[in-house]
């Protein structure tokens, strides 16, 4: 059998031994060059790339095969659709922030998708600087941010405490017209909070007309955090009077076993 067609029965592709299915031509004295039948094939290798990403996306030894497949088969990360797939997988796994930022330097006008889940890893790992870099070059794109944006850079910031950068992305969630979205609303509430400022945080969170365990909780650590035993205690119990119920995050630092409650 073929070597590339051993890699794609290995991986879960189908492949014919017949020459007018043959996805790779070898010529010996020259490297490997992307055969005529392999030009017409390109939809359909692009799609079955796609789906060995979502089979792999528990093993990044696995998604790093696909993506060396996928190049050699005349699929670059340049496609969007094949980058955004492969970026998402790695940034899902916790996978190497440099590996998927390689690859996003290499996608061609990336969309939202694909700048927001460059966003998240980021603000999930333990360097989240590079996310403000990232949205900083979002706002001087034509691309517009989304939901999705702010909640990730919010919580990045957080990670930071860089508050002035903070206030700004506020400002432009409400000139985008998304704070009053409660997936915003809650990650303004826990970035004011983190970066001291339980005053802000509690003037968000008044303003949520649905005030749920996410919100309730990072406003009440938010003054946990900032040594405010009586606003934090007050909040506490306003949250049981109004039958929202406690869980772990929100006695995780302990405060309450101070008090009788």
């Known amino acids: 059998m073929h070597p590339e ?4 029965s290995k991986i879960g592709c189908s492949s014919h031994s017949t020459s007018s299915n043959t996805l790779i031509q070898k010529n010996p004295s020259s490297p490997t060059i992307i055969s005529a039948a392999t030009e017409s094939k390109k939809p359909y290798i692009l799609r079955k790339c796609i789906a060995l990403v979502h089979a792999c996306a528990s093993s990044m030894p696995k998604l790093k095969q696909v993506h060396a497949f996928s190049i050699r088969h005349g699929v670059p990360l340049s496609s969007p659709d094949m980058g955004k797939h492969l970026i998402f997988a790695v940034v899902s796994l916790s996978g190497p922030m440099q590996y998927a930022r390689n690859m996003f330097d290499q996608i061609y006008q990336p969309n939202i998708f694909t700048w927001d889940t460059m966003i998240r890893g980021y603000a999930e790992s333990e360097d989240p ?12 794109s034509s691309v517009r941010p989304d939901t999705h944006t702010y909640p990730f850079i919010l919580k990045a910031i957080a990670k930071l405490m860089v508050l002035r950068e903070g206030e700004k992305v506020h400002c432009a969630a409400l000139k985008d017209g998304l704070e009053s979205l409660v997936f915003v609303q809650n990650a303004l509430v826990h970035f004011y909070g983190a970066c001291g400022r339980a005053e ?7 303003k949520m007309p649905d005030k749920n365990l996410v919100a309730w909780n990072s406003v009440i650590n938010g003054y946990a955090l900032n040594s405010r035993p009586n606003e934090t205690l007050t909040l506490y119990r ?16 302990g405060l309450f076993t101070e008090y009788d409650l």
């Open 5 to 8: 067609q051993q890699f794609l």
């Open 129 to 140: 600087a590079p996310a403000l870099h990232i949205y900083q070059h979002i706002r001087v």
């Open 200 to 206: 802000s945080a509690l003037k968000v969170f008044e």
């Open 238 to 253: 306003r949250m049981c009077l109004e039958g929202v119920k406690p869980d772990g995050f929100t006695l995780a630092d």
